[in-house]
């Protein structure tokens, strides 16, 4: 059983975002502390539960992104992950999802899964799309927003659920080899252990340069990058915490909310 | 009249559930409206289920647009993979300019897919659509809200996820006054290859009606741990009907129970007065509360996205400022 698990390095949510001086795309404040997408580390997590269950089965990480994603897939080995594959590719400037899923489909650990996990969407570009599309470039039947893995071997399946709205899930079952985007809530992920990181240090990836393989045309780009609207006010307070603090209340009182 | 779908339409894909149109189409309407002032093409709402066509007459009452209704014994219940497969067949043959899909757990489970089989492009999360120099602009936010992208497409179908909340369904009745569009439907019959869903199931039902509450005071990730849920559960109790609720991160940590998420996979809110703790402001969290009447931030990050929809900004730190909150409202008393 071969376990595919896509990964992306993010930024931490407070970091600041500036737009760039090209106008479209962002530079993140200093110091920023990049580390893996929530939704990627359930998947991760998720991966190697399944690897703990059915001997025999070997995870392997895939991602897609500058030299520093080096740190997240080894961290994802030291969560309990065999190998990992590293496209290396600019951060600079936004990549079409299209040419993530086809740059990931070209590698023979993508052709050889049985199943590949994602995350159902990255924290910080949102789009939620590469797995659906790697789903296409693969012909794998796909399931998004999955909160629960049920994996029956004897009929060369999956059963999942998947979280639609308003508090419904829907069961479906997908014949191997299939993808799943994995939604946060599923599991809590692991920490790396000691003894798997230092194996993960010393692994060598599978590490392929992105501008070496074949272009794709992308059919949508970034025109520019805006602050977002503000849709409201936004009157900020001032003064030393206590005196927010009785400012707050003065505001609440005066619109009757305290009593 | 003869419904057909070319390369000039711009396309609704209506979402429903249970035997309802989910308002979620209305926008998908107007927003299908919006492209359609800047690049001229004829509106088509497709509707596809298990037996639709009372739902699609339904559709052409209310919106005075001509609607196609697919009927399928495999679409009892909604299946990716048997949907995308239904779409292709009967779009392939000459993919619309523009297919207008709800940002739902549904629609962004199929959109990117539809869009790779049509030979185009899909943007998803969508919150505004307006011309440009280059033709429509599709803006998006990025990084948890504080960027705005906006995308342009150069393919001949572009699919659309369009962020809940985005085109408010409030004109349904101004909608109504063009009359009745036409109806067609189609039976027809999807083969499910590698895929089946065999049920839905309701996972957790609410002893909560937030959509009654006059007061939200809500929890994100910024509360730092557990044990802070106290404090919030004391500010609470001094704001009259007042009810604890949280962001996704907080239920996905079990510190609260799922019927108490606010956001696009949890409960859309609008009550007078909500107070956002340590929320970060995330597009899903936003489009579930943007509603409310008077919105109170308070977050030690000030660039967080929140505040830019925020009537109140107050940058602090949350172990600092709520025990001060609570000590100023009980001194006022």
Redesign the interface.
């Known amino acids: 059983m071969n376990i595919l698990v896509c990964v992306k390095q993010v930024p931490e949510p407070e970091t600041e975002a500036h737009i760039d001086p090209s106008g479209q795309w962002v530079k993140m404040g200093g110091g920023s502390n990049l580390r893996m997408n929530r939704f990627d580390e359930c998947a991760v997590e998720a991966a190697v539960q399944i690897k703990e269950r059915h001997a025999g089965t070997t995870v392997h990480i895939i991602s897609v992104g500058p030299a520093s994603s080096d740190a997240i897939i080894r961290r994802a080995i030291g969560m309990g992950a065999d190998q990992g594959t590293h496209i290396v590719a600019s951060a600079d400037g936004f990549v079409d999802p299209s040419t993530i899923a086809y740059w990931m489909s070209r590698c023979p650990a993508a052709r050889e899964a049985d199943l590949i996990f994602c995350g159902t969407m990255s924290e910080d570009l949102m789009q939620g799309q590469v797995g659906p599309l790697l789903a296409d470039r693969l012909s794998l039947p796909c399931a998004s927003a999955v909160v629960r893995v049920d994996l029956q071997l004897k009929d060369e399946q999956v059963q999942v659920e998947r979280e639609v709205e308003g508090g419904y899930r829907e069961v479906v079952a997908l014949k191997l080899p299939a993808l799943l985007t994995i939604q946060t809530g599923i599991n809590q992920p692991r920490y790396p252990s000691l003894s798997n990181l230092l194996r993960a240090n010393q692994l060598s990836l599978d590490t392929r340069q992105a501008d070496e393989m074949e272009e794709v045309s992308s059919l949508q780009k970034v025109l520019r990058m805006m602050p977002p609207r503000k849709l409201r006010d936004g009157r900020i307070l001032k003064g030393s915490t206590t005196e927010k603090a009785e400012q707050l209340v003065t505001i609440l009182a005066n619109r009757s909310y305290l009593s | 009249m003869i419904t057909t779908i070319n390369k000039e339409t711009i396309l609704v894909v209506a979402e429903h559930?249970q035997g309802d149109v989910r308002p979620a189409t209305y926008e998908l309407v107007q927003a299908a409206e919006t492209i359609q002032q800047i690049r001229p093409g004829p509106i088509q709402i497709l509707i596809l289920g298990q037996d639709v066509e009372a739902l699609a007459n339904l559709l052409a009452e209310t919106t005075g647009k001509d609607v196609l209704g697919i009927s399928a014994p495999q679409l009892s219940?909604?299946?990716?993979?048997v949907f995308t497969e239904a779409l292709v067949d009967l779009l392939s043959g000459a993919p619309p300019a523009y297919v207008c899909v709800a940002h739902?757990?549904?629609g962004?489970?199929?959109?990117?897919?539809l869009a790779?089989?049509l030979k185009?492009?899909?943007?998803?999360?969508v919150n505004a659509i307006f011309a440009?120099e280059?033709g429509i602009?599709f803006?998006?936010?990025?990084?948890?809200?504080?960027?705005?992208?906006?995308?342009?497409?150069?393919?001949s179908t572009?699919v659309l996820t369009i962020a809940p909340g985005s085109y408010p369904p409030s004109s349904g009745s101004h909608l109504k006054r063009r009359g009745r569009g036409g109806v067609q439907h189609k039976k027809i019959s999807v083969k499910e290859?590698?895929?089946?869903?065999?049920?839905?199931?309701?996972?957790?039902?609410?002893d909560v009606d937030l959509s009654d509450a006059?007061?939200i005071v809500s929890a994100g990730r910024g509360i730092g741990d557990a044990q802070n849920l106290e404090r919030i559960y004391a500010l609470a109790a001094?704001?009259?009907q007042s009810v604890v609720c949280g962001s996704?991160?907080v239920?996905?940590?079990?510190w609260m129970p799922?019927?108490r998420q606010v956001g696009?996979?949890g409960a859309t809110v609008s009550p007078?007065?909500y107070l956002a703790c340590g929320i970060?402001g995330?597009?899903?969290h936003i489009s579930g509360m943007?509603g409310s009447g008077?919105?109170?931030a308070i977050n030690s990050?000030p660039?967080?996205?929140i505040?830019?929809?925020?009537?109140?900004?107050?940058?602090?730190d949350l172990d600092?400022?709520i025990p001060?909150?609570i000590?100023?409202?009980t001194t006022?008393r």
């Open positions: 559930f219940h909604y299946n990716g993979q739902s757990s549904r962004s489970d199929f959109a990117p897919g790779a089989r185009g492009t899909c943007i998803t999360a440009c280059e602009c803006s998006r936010d990025l990084f948890g809200g504080k960027v705005t992208a906006e995308m342009v497409s150069s393919a572009t290859k590698k895929s089946k869903t065999l049920s839905i199931k309701l996972f957790q039902t609410s006059l007061v001094l704001i009259p996704r991160p239920i996905d940590l079990g799922y019927d696009v996979t007078a007065l970060s995330a597009a899903q943007k008077f919105i109170v990050d660039t967080a996205a505040f830019n929809q925020s009537d109140i900004c107050i940058v602090e600092v400022f001060a909150l000590d100023a409202i006022r």
